[in-house]
C-alpha cells in the first residue's frame, strides 16, 4: 500500500470489509490536517470527522462510489484498483458535495452515474466548487443520469441504486441486494446526520423510515469509525439512531423547547445501545445542526 500514498494520502487506510468490497478510509487522525491550518472544507468536516469512498469489485470490473476529498485520494483509488486486475472502472456520485466529488476529473475517461439532481446542484454550484478552498477545477460532470432508481451489475454482482433525500435532497445509495447491504453515503452517518438542508427535515425523517423497512443486514456509511467499517459496518440500528436525534430536534423546536446541547447527553441511548459511537468532534456538527434548525423551524 505504501507504494501508492502521497503526503496527501499517508494516512489513507484500504479496508476490505467484504471480499471484492473495499472501503478508502482517511482521516479522524487527532492534531493532522492535509491542506491548511486555516478553515476549509477538506480538513474541517471531511477528514476531521473520517471519510470513506467505497470500490465494489468482480471479474475485472469496479464500481468506485465516490471520488474522495482530492486528487491525490481518487489516483491512489484507481491505482490500487488498476494493481488488483480491474480493467473497467464505473463510478457512481453519493450526491453533489465537495467531499464526495473531489476526485471526479481522476475518472474522467470513465462513465460517472448520477441521479439528475446530482448534476442539477453541481452545475448550479459550478463556480462555487470550482473556486472552493482547495478548488475543484476543472469540475468533472456525471456522464449517466437517472431517477429513482438505477439496476447495474459489477462482474457477478447485482447492484441497485436507489434516490433517498436524506441530508441532501440527492442522496442516492447503493443497494446490494443478495448481500442485503446498503453502501449509505451521507444519508447515514455516526455519531449523528450533518443537518444540511434543515428546512427539509421531515422529508429526512420520512425518508429514514421508508429505508428502515427495507430488509438491511449491514450499513457502510461514508462517514464513520474505521474499526467498524473494516469488521463489516453498522447494523439498521444506525437508521434508527440518525432519525431518532432529527425527531429530537424537530420535536424541541416544535414545543418550544431548547435542544440538549451536549450530543452526548441528546443521543446517550443510542451510544449505550450500541447503534452509534460517541466520536468528541460530532458536537461541533451538533451546535451547527442546532443553529440551522432553529433557523430554518422557529418563526
Not at 478508502?24 to 487527532?30: I, K, L, S
Not at 457512481?92 to 473531489?102: C, E, G, P, Q, T
Not at 448550479?124 to 468533472?140: C, G, Q, V
Request: proline share 4%; with cysteine; hydrophobic share 45%.
Amino acid at each position: 500500500m505504501m507504494a501508492i500514498m502521497s503526503e496527501m494520502t499517508s494516512t489513507l487506510r484500504i479496508l476490505e470489509p467484504y471480499p471484492g468490497i473495499f472501503a478508502y478510509y482517511d482521516g479522524r487522525v487527532p492534531g493532522k490536517r492535509l491542506h491548511a491550518k486555516t478553515a476549509n472544507w477538506l480538513d474541517d468536516g471531511a477528514y476531521s470527522l473520517g471519510v470513506a469512498s467505497y470500490a465494489i469489485v468482480d471479474q475485472g470490473e469496479a464500481l468506485v462510489y465516490d471520488t474522495h476529498i482530492s486528487l491525490s485520494h481518487a489516483k491512489a483509488i484507481r491505482t490500487h484498483l488498476e494493481g488488483l486486475g480491474v480493467k473497467k472502472i464505473r463510478v457512481v456520485l453519493s450526491h453533489w458535495h465537495k467531499d464526495h466529488i473531489a476526485g471526479n476529473a481522476i475518472f474522467s475517461d470513465c462513465e460517472i452515474i448520477a441521479l439528475t439532481l446530482t448534476a442539477e446542484k453541481l452545475k448550479e454550484n459550478r463556480e462555487k466548487i470550482e473556486s472552493a478552498d482547495p478548488p475543484i477545477s476543472p469540475l468533472i460532470m456525471p456522464t449517466t443520469l437517472f431517477d429513482g432508481q438505477f439496476d447495474l451489475t459489477v462482474g457477478r454482482r447485482r447492484i441497485e441504486l436507489h434516490h433517498f433525500a436524506i441530508h441532501s435532497a440527492d442522496g442516492n445509495v447503493i443497494w446490494l441486494p443478495q448481500e442485503r447491504l446498503l453502501l449509505a453515503g451521507d444519508t447515514l452517518e455516526d455519531t449523528v446526520t450533518y443537518i444540511s438542508e434543515a428546512a427539509e427535515i421531515g422529508t429526512h425523517i420520512g425518508e429514514l423510515a421508508r429505508m428502515a423497512s427495507w430488509p438491511i443486514a449491514k450499513i457502510l456509511p461514508a462517514h464513520g469509525d474505521a474499526e467498524r467499517i473494516a469488521a463489516g459496518g453498522y447494523g439498521s440500528d444506525l437508521i434508527d439512531a440518525n432519525r431518532a436525534y432529527l425527531r429530537r430536534m424537530a420535536g424541541a423546536i416544535a414545543a418550544g423547547q431548547d435542544i440538549d446541547p451536549s450530543l452526548k447527553s441528546l443521543v446517550a441511548e443510542e451510544i449505550a445501545s450500541g447503534a452509534v459511537l460517541h466520536f468528541a468532534p460530532y458536537e461541533e456538527v451538533h451546535a451547527s445542526n442546532i443553529a440551522a434548525v432553529k433557523a430554518a423551524l422557529q418563526h
